[in-house]
């Protein structure tokens, strides 16, 4: 299947964003959080880990430590106890206090909003930055996970395979009004249609406009559910 040009691209992004509006019209937030550093602690423990089990952690951990100064006091082993039912949460309680600390000492407890400045954090990469940016701060950017990386991919919106290359793309053919929901939107159609080892696109309400379907061994084998009147199915 030939990649689209970037015009095509920016046509098919505002046909896609007009379906998952409709589709999806009260898009929530899947991890819970009260301030910048709540959703910042969120995106370190989600690494790897679903929104579910890191909400269920950070429940007692938000009471057990308030503030970021809280983090910052505690020490390493009271860290790593307090979030040890998640995964990778030795290296994860690491990123957490040395990112608390850095935030106490060098940005006087409040969370910075410049990508450099949150790279710079232990344990935040560009989704964790982008995903602080874009939810809290409300400035424009696209949270680029697996899910929104390979949606984005099947849809035909972008062609590259790493997370910061998928970003650059997306942030070309997206409007900018629609960055910080574009992740949101991903990670809901991948739970709901789009899942990693079965994409219904037989239900699917992108299906007329995704480029997956067109691929012609796709195509064969939609045209023969069809004709089975299947309503689901993997592809
Ligand atoms: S049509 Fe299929 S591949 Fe495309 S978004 Fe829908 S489920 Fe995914």
Redesign the pocket.
Known sequence: MARLSLQAKKELALNLISVLEQTYPNLEMTLNYRDAWELLVGGILGAQTTDEQVNRVTATLFVDYPTVYDFAAASLKEITEAIRTVGLYRNKAKFLSGSAKIIVEKHDGIVPQSREELLALPGVGPKVASLVRGDYYQIPAVVVDTHCGR?SR??GLADKTDPRSIELELMKVLPEMAWIKWGHFMVT??RE???ARC???L?????D?????KRKT?QKELIAARQQNQESGC?
Do not use: D, T
Request: proline share 9%; aromatic share 14%.
């Open positions: 949606i099947l849809l159609h991948g249609y789009c899942k994409r219904n696109c239900a699917c309400p992108l299906s406009l995704c480029q997956y379907p796709v592809f």
